[in-house]
């Protein structure tokens, strides 16, 4: 079924797989069963429902994606993950432990992935694509914002000798 959705898609097979080990969103047959019908059959109503699955993370998550997808839409070259963690928990609050590597990959539902060069990049090119097209994510905000983030870091550095 999933296939036959797909219609030769494998990035909507990956997320569609992804959706229905989705334990808030299925866990009993009959939901299996609901949710395979319910699937789409296009890719960017599929990356709607990661968005969702984003916007539903707990506590910190959600602010933490979006600043994740921004740097990354935004960065020039591929970001190590060192910094791409650095970057988008600049300002942790107090309460929240310290980003992991498996933070990355959990919390960014196959969005993000590390790579065998420790990069860490979007998981396929049309996840790109889907949020460069999104109002959120416009290249003018996102550009905005890692400025924002640079400045501030420039600011609150001590002066050099």
């Not at 070259?77 to 990355?104: G, H, M, R």
């Amino acid at each position: 079924m999933l296939i036959e959705k797909a219609d030769g898609m494998f990035r909507l097979v990956s997320l569609h797989i992804q959706a229905l080990c989705d334990p808030g969103l299925v866990r009993t047959d009959a939901q299996v069963m609901c949710a395979l019908r319910a699937l789409p059959t296009a890719l960017n109503e599929a990356y709607d429902i990661v968005l969702g699955q984003i916007s539903a993370l707990q506590y910190s998550g959600p602010d933490l994606a979006s600043k994740a997808l921004i740097w990354l839409l935004s960065a020039v070259q591929p970001l190590k993950t060192a910094d791409f963690i650095a970057a988008i928990v600049w300002e942790p609050p107090e309460y929240c432990p310290p980003l992991s590597q498996v933070d990355i990959l959990r919390n960014y539902c196959n969005l993000v992935v590390r790579d065998k060069e420790q990069d860490v990049r979007f998981a396929h090119l049309s996840a790109q694509d889907y949020l460069e097209g999104r109002d959120e994510f416009t290249s003018f905000k996102n550009h905005s914002y890692s400025l924002d983030r640079c400045l501030d870091t420039i600011q609150s550095s001590p002066p050099s000798a």
